[in-house]
């Protein structure tokens, strides 16, 4: 005999029909309960057809009750109160077939058949009736393993997903996607079937489809996550339907602080959208097109993470924009009407500095060239000019001029920077960001265009909004940036290709010239935590493993800290790292001594520098501690430890290290002494001014800037 369990959480609105199934199920040799919201007498079922148990609308027991005012979904109620009837719990371990009635009833059936799994489970009275008869007929096959247990299952969440979705009664889907059930492997093959399923209207399969993934990420299931958008996707027909759910799920993740799962799918989507629309709509493809470029470039991937899916598979990484029809109209050479002119040799070259990133690294550049007889300077910061402040906040801008060819933003930077190239004989713009991009907007004419590009811009979108044709010379500071941008960036090579240079930073180090203390010894120090990627907690696991032998070492951490509002995972980073300050700060093993102007005096304390960061393109605070006579400790920079060029190949190979242990080891050697200390510091201070001071470094620029003057 066949046991068949029905759950009703809404009054059944084609009795007659029902009674006609259930009539026919008993036929076939079916046992038949009927347990929900639901009237014996208004069904009007013969007693010998099938028992019905009404579940009481106010449950006696109180802490069901309470339960109950505690649980808004009425899907959810209905579970609690079938589950606290043991009546409910005796059929239901004994029942063959399970069956939800309507859409309140889906998450009771669903409990249920996690309870009893060698139960099929369905939606829907007909569904129950293929079953029934199979059984009957000897042609049902027994779904004993979890694997052939799923496909009734995904159809209960399936219709009742739709008929929810359609309904608006989503709080019926609520419970079925609660942590515990998006972590069992049952669940997440339930609702993986579940938004693949056939005959889903778009808008319901979209809509499911995104809140599953949401809820997967939320339970710590990424995979499903993927699994479950891959499973959807395949079935949208609509590439804005297909865009628009991916896009939306991959902006979630970066909120959560995650790199988004289904990244390179969502950018894949939109860039596709932005080529559909790129022969008829440029502007509108315009608009996909930047959306992908903030999604592939967003900062949680690359700056707020430890590693980067950039570094780390280039080629991989950036397919999806190599292959788009459309960021290849944005990436269009555009070259300029005339080459640049020589210097003039009947007046001072006029040389103009443009940057709206940090000045900090153009102090000495400035001097120099402002003294310099044989130069006319003039300096612009975009944030102080009231014309090009505003235009700088608009990347979107500077993408709908390359797509389309035009623009009214592209007017507005025209007209605020001709007047300057037409002064300038050199332009030199600092930070390949905002102004490098409107420079290349405007074809510079006869001036010359000198850009320098420092890290953090490798890793955004901005090198793909500069036309490098119109540049002439592109400055890196060190092989290793300038290694990694060749490979990200397609425009640094060929026969348009600006010249490309390496002149590292501009800096005075003779002024960290000054008598360290004899407690230096044992203080090591890192200068700047102010982002993920300069990853100070790795520096306090070197201090853990020198203080568990040695308790005289301490740790000075100089400069602002991480700004826990700039993302989720930078705000978790930073929890980690004040559970260790708290731990540490106490005892005095660590000292924290925010921002200070007077950097040479503090390093008068520190008798070893530390660069413990993932990723630098110099780091010009170990080179300014080096230069202080302490010894510097190196971390072999993980995001450029596999190529050929890094921090290997940047500093002496005893300054680097790759681990925490090998950092330990080398400070404990170095320390070892008092006189082994000063050694070796004093050997580091020589190695960094006479390879990396200004009086060195300028010769360098001089023959960058002014070809034929310097000397």
Not at 37 to 42: G, I, K, R, S
Not at 332 to 357: S, Y
Not at 530 to 538: I, M, N, Y
Request: net charge positive.
């Amino acid at each position: 005999m066949t046991k068949v369990l029905i759950v009703v959480g809404e009054r059944p609105q084609q009795v007659s029909v029902l009674r006609e199934a259930l009539r026919r199920f008993r036929d076939q040799g079916a046992s038949i309960s009927v347990v929900g919201d639901v009237d014996a007498e208004n069904l009007g079922l013969d007693p010998a057809v099938a028992e019905v148990r009404t579940l009481p609308a106010e449950p006696v027991d109180p802490k069901l009750r309470r339960a109950l005012a505690r649980t808004p979904q009425p899907s959810r109620a209905l579970w609690l109160r079938a589950w606290a009837d043991p009546w409910v719990r005796r059929r239901t371990r004994t029942a063959d077939v399970l069956v939800a009635l309507d859409p309140t009833a889906v998450h009771t059936v669903w409990e249920m058949a996690q309870r009893q799994p060698r139960a099929d489970a369905c939606n829907g009275i007909g569904a129950a009736g293929r079953i029934v008869r199979a059984r009957h007929e000897g042609t049902h096959r027994v779904t004993r393993r979890p694997a052939e247990q799923l496909s009734a299952r995904a159809g209960i969440a399936v219709r009742g997903a739709r008929r929810a979705a359609v309904t608006g009664a989503r709080e019926s889907l609520e419970a079925a996607m609660a942590p515990a059930v998006l972590r069992s492997r049952v669940g997440g093959r339930f609702w993986r079937s579940a938004v693949a399923a056939p005959g889903l209207p778009e808008r319901v399969r979209v809509a499911l489809a995104y809140r599953v993934h949401l809820r997967s990420v939320q339970a710590g299931r990424p995979g499903l996550a993927a699994a479950t958008t891959a499973a959807a996707a395949g079935r949208i027909g609509g590439r804005k339907s297909r865009a628009d759910l991916l896009t939306r799920e991959a902006a979630d993740e970066l909120a959560l602080g995650h790199v988004p799962v289904c990244l390179p799918e969502a950018v894949a989507a939109e860039l596709a959208l932005a080529d559909e629309f790129l022969a008829r709509q440029p502007a509108r493809a315009a608009k996909s097109l930047h959306k992908a470029l903030r999604l592939l470039f967003h900062r949680v991937p690359h700056f707020d993470q430890l590693s980067s899916p950039l570094a780390e598979r280039p080629a991989e990484f950036l397919a999806p924009l190599r292959a788009s029809a459309a960021a290849r109209a944005l990436a269009t050479p555009r070259g300029r009407a005339t080459a640049a002119a020589r210097p003039p040799a009947d007046r001072p070259l006029r040389l103009l500095v443009m940057t709206n990133g940090n000045a900090h690294f153009l102090r000495e550049i400035r001097q120099r060239y402002a003294e310099a007889p044989e130069v006319e300077l003039r300096y612009l910061h975009l944030a102080d000019d009231e014309v090009a402040a505003p235009l700088t906040h608009n990347p979107g801008g500077i993408v709908e001029h390359l797509v389309t060819g035009r623009s009214e933003y592209g007017n507005r930077v025209e007209e605020w920077l001709r007047p300057h190239l037409d002064w300038a004989d050199t332009l030199f713009v600092d930070w390949c960001v905002a102004a490098a991009g409107m420079t290349t907007l405007v074809d510079p004419g006869n001036t010359r265009i000198v850009m320098r590009l420092h890290s953090f811009e490798a890793f955004s979108f901005w090198p793909h909004l500069i036309d490098f044709s119109r540049v002439d010379d592109l400055v890196f500071v060190s092989d290793h940036l300038r290694d990694f941008t060749r490979q990200v960036v397609p425009a640094l090579t060929g026969e348009q290709a600006p010249a490309l240079h390496v002149i590292p930073n501009a800096m005075d180090l003779r002024s960290f010239d000054r008598p360290k203390d004899p407690a230096a010894r044992f203080t090591l120090g890192l200068i700047g935590t102010s982002a993920v990627a300069k990853d100070p907690r790795w520096t306090i696991e070197v201090l853990r493993r020198l203080r568990a032998e040695d308790d005289r070492y301490r740790l000075l951490l100089i400069g602002g800290g991480l700004d826990p509002t700039a993302s989720e995972s930078v705000r978790q980073y930073q929890q980690a790292l004040s559970a260790d300050l708290a731990e540490l700060e106490p005892s005095g093993a660590v000292t924290r001594i925010g921002h200070v102007d007077d950097v040479p005096e503090v390093l008068r304390g520190v008798g070893v520098i530390v660069s413990s960061s993932v990723r630098e393109s110099f780091h010009c605070a170990l080179v300014e501690g080096a230069a202080s006579g302490a010894v510097p400790v190196v971390r072999d920079w993980p995001f450029f430890a596999r190529s050929a060029t890094g921090a290997r190949t940047l500093f002496p190979a005893d300054w680097v290290v790759e681990t925490p242990e090998e950092a330990a080891a080398r400070i404990r050697a170095a320390t070892a002494r008092e006189d082994v200390w000063r050694a070796e510091g004093a050997s580091a201070a020589a190695t960094a001014t006479k390879t990396w001071d200004w009086s060195v470094v300028r010769h360098d620029f001089d023959e960058l800037l002014l070809p034929g003057h310097h000397g």
